[in-house]
T-cell receptor, first 113, second 115 residues
């Protein structure tokens, strides 16, 4: 089945800096890649997603890039703020598997003042 | 629209007991997926229900089961609880118009503690 690896597991940046989180997937058929943000004690919330027919997508300070050849995708957060501190999860979905998402292990992002 | 809701929010059970968790999807959403979240294993897919039918199942033992009702509300049941079943159980709903796939929105989760 699909396997998703996520790096780094922890990331500490200074406020205003950029943060990059990387994920690789194993099944080349995967066609949907969402990113979720989970604050302590809260539910995971979708922050951005990308489909396999698109190489990059941007939403204000957040962007995701997809390299299908290398089977990896990345989350980029610019001008980080303290409220960006949370755990971020990447995920991948294989067609034909319904809505099943395979998640990465998460990245704890800490934005320091 | 109201978001995904889950009840109860917290549960404490002892080994050997069984438990039923409930999930109410966003109005109009027809797909409900369940995930188990633990510090060691992360988020793992349990199963998905669409139009009252199980559409996909993860690698969990048969003690984990679920169902979906005609109003799209879903329940999951865990029988013969083990200590390792302690986790946050999350459900996620999706609006699927044609039987395909769509964005998933998570509920707040049920925190299950097995003593």
């Amino acid at each position: 089945g699909e396997n998703v690896e996520q790096h780094p597991s922890t990331l500490s940046v200074q406020e205003g800096d950029s943060a990059v989180i990387k994920c690789t997937y194993s099944d080349s058929a995967s066609n949907y890649f969402p990113w979720y943000k989970q604050e302590l004690g809260k539910r995971p919330q979708l922050i951005i997603d990308i489909r396999s027919n698109v190489g990059e997508k941007k939403d204000q300070r957040i962007a995701v890039t997809l390299n299908k050849t290398a089977k990896h995708f990345s989350l980029h957060i610019t001008e980080t703020q303290p409220e960006d501190s949370a755990v971020y999860f990447c995920a991948a979905r294989v067609p034909g598997g319904g809505n099943k998402l395979t998640f990465g292990t998460g990245t704890q992002l800490k934005v320091e003042l | 629209k109201a978001g995904v809701t889950q009840t109860p929010r917290y549960l404490i059970k002892t080994r050997g007991q069984q438990v039923t968790l409930s999930c109410s999807p966003i109005s109009g959403h027809r797909s409900v997926s369940w995930y188990q979240q633990t510090p060691g294993q992360g988020l793992q897919f349990l199963f998905e229900y669409f139009s009252e039918t199980q559409r996909n199942k993860g690698n969990f033992p048969g003690r984990f089961s679920g169902r979906q009702f005609s109003n799209s509300r879903s329940e999951m049941n865990v029988s013969t609880l083990e200590l390792g079943d302690s986790a946050l159980y999350l459900c996620a709903s999706s609006l699927i118009a044609s039987g395909g796939t769509d964005t998933q929105y998570f509920g707040p989760g049920t925190r299950l503690t097995v003593l």
